[in-house]
């Protein structure tokens, strides 16, 4: 039988006998994230009812799962609409036109997967543009799809990078170094450490923070405590990436990366949330914190789990797999590389947190007041980097 949307997979015939491969190609082909379709298992589909399919939230040490995962059930209808709604938002990145407008227009600034609610608005998206004429209604629709349609006021470019001096300077002594704090490129660029990351949940530790400081991070690059050119230098880029904005360090010199954030008593992290994961928290309109060396700690909701800003004057202006949330209180320049965070979505003791994303940038008030950085499932999925 043809597979459509994720709920039909109650209809696939012989899933128990299906081979690890071709059950997940039947996920995919029904709609289910990649993260979930990997981890899932006919036993999980089987136990759903016929209204509820079983999603993956995200992945910890603590999960009885061989895969470390960790999984809920969740409407059928709410996650068809939203499989729907992921359709046409990769329809648009690949060339597709919605109001008159394609993702390679000069006039898009931004495109936005909104989760919905599950007892009420459907899954959407919201198409930020310079120079869109007002929607009837408020919205409009692709293949069933509401769109949101959203002019926001021409950019003056990037938010300005910190320069040394902002924030205080850690302490050169102090080995272990923490997510939330400054860390630089040794020549006047200052941004944030992020929570660290390792290959498999048995391998050494490594520093993450973002790629775009100063001119960009390359591999063979060095992290510093700071931007000063006396701060003392912590680690090497072993892996850098423009389009996602990451940058991973080994760490050097006796420097070793603590999982306790900065400011958060003695929070530490134990996992990572999945693209569901994240969708689960936009439709429960939950909030997030981040931790950054210039503003604190701060928090803020959910307000898209995954999207595409375009940001001027980076040598990778279109920025993909972005969660949305708060308002430009939450950041400021300097805070990028931050640690983006909040409770796991199963008991759990109080001071452990689940990584959401990293921080990148600031839309102020006349962009849509907010800030956005790649997801923490991107590393995952499409670097083998893992936070548990």
Excluded at 2 to 27: N, Q, V, Y
Excluded at 156 to 168: I, K, L
Excluded at 322 to 332: M, N, P, R, V
């Amino acid at each position: 039988m043809a597979i459509d949307k994720p709920s039909s997979i109650h209809d696939e015939s012989g899933i128990d006998t299906m081979s690890r491969r071709s059950f997940a190609s039947s996920l995919l082909a029904a709609g289910f994230s990649f993260g979930s379709a990997l981890a899932l298992t006919p036993d999980d589909v089987t136990a759903a009812k016929r209204d509820e399919v079983p999603i993956v939230v995200g992945y910890s040490k603590a999960s009885d799962e061989p895969d470390n995962s960790h999984k809920k059930r969740v409407p059928a209808r709410w996650y068809d609409r939203l499989s729907k709604a992921r359709t046409e938002y990769e329809k648009f990145l690949n060339g597709a036109e919605i109001a008159s407008h394609r993702a390679t227009d000069e006039a898009v600034t931004g495109v936005w997967v909104s989760a919905g609610s599950v007892d009420g608005q459907r899954p959407s998206l919201e198409l930020e543009v310079t120079d869109s004429e007002p929607v009837p209604l408020g919205y409009l629709e692709s293949n069933g799809v509401p769109v949101t349609v959203r002019r926001v006021d021409a950019s003056e470019g990037a938010p300005p990078e910190s320069r040394s001096g902002a924030g205080a300077e850690p302490d050169p002594e102090q080995l272990e170094r923490n997510p939330g704090q400054k860390i630089g490129n040794g020549d006047g660029y200052n941004g944030t450490l992020g929570a660290p990351v390792r290959q498999s949940p048995t391998e050494e530790w490594h520093f993450l923070t973002c790629q775009h400081l100063g001119g960009g991070f390359e591999e063979g690059d060095s992290l510093y405590t700071s931007g000063s050119s006396s701060a003392a230098e912590i680690g090497t880029m072993i892996e850098v990436d423009c389009a996602d904005d990451l940058a991973i360090a080994e760490a050097k010199n006796g420097y070793t990366p603590s999982r306790s954030i900065v400011d958060e008593s003695e929070t530490g992290i134990s996992g990572e949330f999945s693209k569901d994961g994240l969708a689960d928290l936009d439709e429960g309109d939950e909030e997030v914190k981040k931790s950054g060396q210039k503003t604190g700690v701060t928090s803020g909701k959910v307000k898209s789990h995954d999207g595409t800003a375009w940001v001027d004057k980076f040598s990778c202006p279109r920025r993909t797999n972005q969660l949305k949330w708060g308002t430009e209180e939450d950041g400021a320049a300097g805070d990028s590389g931050a640690p983006v965070y909040t409770g796991p979505p199963h008991d759990s003791p109080a001071d452990w947190v689940w990584i959401a994303a990293s921080q990148h940038a600031v839309r102020p008030w006349y962009l849509g007041d907010f800030v956005h950085g790649t997801a923490a499932w991107v590393l995952k999925e499409q670097y083998d980097w893992v936070f548990f």
